[in-house]
């Protein structure tokens, strides 16, 4: 397997390589920086993804979606968030926490009337799990929902950092939510199970827009409230009670991805401080001349390849209808965000008073990268999870 190609595995995935970033340079670029400052996020941009088979990436073709794999997941990932993380994270709210779980844990009533339109673009989708006191702690969840004689339930509850939660800046909230509640409890631990809110279900609403980000300014965050929202019982996905196996299964493409965004942020960063570093010169030398700034570059690639290649091959190893790479797309994580974090830290460095400003873009890379350590679990969730882990597996692992 001499010319097996850990990045671009196959001639799709060379071909939508190649696809997204050409879409990258016309049309996410050059609205980028605008779209930060303005905290703005571009929605007739995002519906364009779904013309290029973008937003459904992972659902199968029946449902609209382009039936890819997570290995084309994080190529999609890596290459937006080189331009635009902001865009990224809200196109991965949509295509990985809504799209992608609804149809690995869905019902086929609900799969065939929700996801052709959430892989159009004609709906935006959003995933609510977090709440205003309970983040890490998810079990902590006080949002319930109540089955009713009839079947239906009633919803009630506060989520919280929902990105897609609103679409624009008059609080319309996103189309389809999926939506983590408790309906009881069992054994004395609760029970959650998952459901599918549209934005016609009455008293689902957005509660505030969440401004003054500290980056990823380009995708809208939101408080979504609930209140006696009232869901048909065709709205339940899967079965009461089974969420733990749909958080598990969607949290490990979740994470994969967003350390795919992390390498994007890395190789941009890493590309600004090189090319600069050739062309600024001090005490009649370019700035690589000198041997703190080549450290600077060569720990920055050395790292950023480590990374990944670790990324790449977890994605490569993982099936997106069962749970079970727990250990490693933590482990992804934790390696890929940290890593970028560093890297347009350095970059800035390199860049000195230029790279403080919008205009060379790694400032805004370095605010972007920080809630990579925050969302989709934080660094110390990625800890605990691993030390967990290995404790059952043992030494079998290592
Ligand atoms: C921009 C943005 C977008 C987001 N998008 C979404 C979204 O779309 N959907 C969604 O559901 N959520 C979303 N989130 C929420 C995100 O997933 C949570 O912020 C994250 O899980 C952490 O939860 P928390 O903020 O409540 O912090 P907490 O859980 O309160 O943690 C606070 C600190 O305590 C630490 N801590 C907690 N428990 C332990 C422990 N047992 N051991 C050691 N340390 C611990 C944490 O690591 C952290 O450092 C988003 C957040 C942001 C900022």
Redesign the pocket.
């Known amino acids: 397997m001499n010319n097996f190609d850990l990045f671009n595995p196959s001639d799709e995935h060379k071909l939508l390589r190649s696809t997204v970033r050409e879409f990258v340079a016309a049309e996410i670029e050059p609205q980028a920086l605008e779209c930060d400052r303005r905290e703005m996020f571009n929605l007739s941009l995002f519906r364009k993804l779904g013309e290029l088979g973008l937003l459904g990436i992972t659902v199968a073709e029946p449902y609209g979606g382009a039936g890819l794999d997570p290995v084309a997941a994080v190529i999609a990932h890596e290459e937006i968030s080189w331009s635009d993380p902001g865009f990224c ?1 809200a196109y991965l ?1 949509h295509a990985m ?1 809504c799209a992608n779980n609804l149809a690995q844990n869905g019902g086929e009533a609900l799969k065939q009337r929700c996801l052709p339109k959430l892989c159009s673009g004609e709906w935006v989708g ?5 709440e205003p006191h ?4 998810v079990l902590g969840m006080k949002t319930t929902a109540l089955r009713k004689p009839d079947g239906s339930y009633v919803i009630n509850g506060r ?7 609103t679409v624009d800046d008059d609080r319309t909230p996103a189309d389809g939510c999926l939506l983590y509640a408790k309906t009881g409890e069992k054994d004395g631990r609760p029970q959650i199970s998952t459901f599918f809110v549209e934005k016609t279900h009455p008293g689902y609403s957005v509660g505030q827009k969440i401004k003054d ?1 500290t980056g ?1 300014r380009a ?1 809208n ?1 939101a408080e979504l409230v609930f209140a006696d929202c009232h869901v048909p019982a065709t709205a339940l996905v899967g079965n009461e009670g089974d969420s733990l196996l749909h958080m598990m299964k969607n949290l490990e493409i979740e994470r994969v991805t967003l350390a795919a965004m992390s390498l994007g942020i890395a190789k941009r960063a890493l590309q600004v401080m090189n090319k600069y570093a050739r062309e600024r010169e001090a005490f009649g030398h370019p700035l690589a001349h000198f041997g703190q700034i080549q450290k600077y570059i060569g720990d920055s690639y050395a790292e950023y390849m480590a990374a990944r290649a670790y990324v790449y091959n977890t994605s490569r190893c993982m099936r997106l209808d069962q749970a079970g790479n727990r250990l490693d797309t933590d482990g992804v994580k934790i390696v890929a965000s940290t890593m970028a974090k560093r890297v347009a830290d350095r970059a800035i460095q390199v860049l000195g008073g230029y790279g403080y400003v919008g205009e060379y873009v790694v400032e805004r890379l370095w605010r972007d990268s920080k ?1 990579l350590e ?8 990625h800890e ?1 999870n691993i030390t967990n882990d290995l404790g059952r597996v043992g030494e079998a692992l290592l």
């Open positions: 994270l709210a926490l959003c995933m609510a799990m977090s309970v983040g890490t702690d989520k919280m950092w929902i990105t897609n939660g980000k990823m995708s965050t809630l925050i969302g989709g679990g934080t660094l110390e969730a605990k």
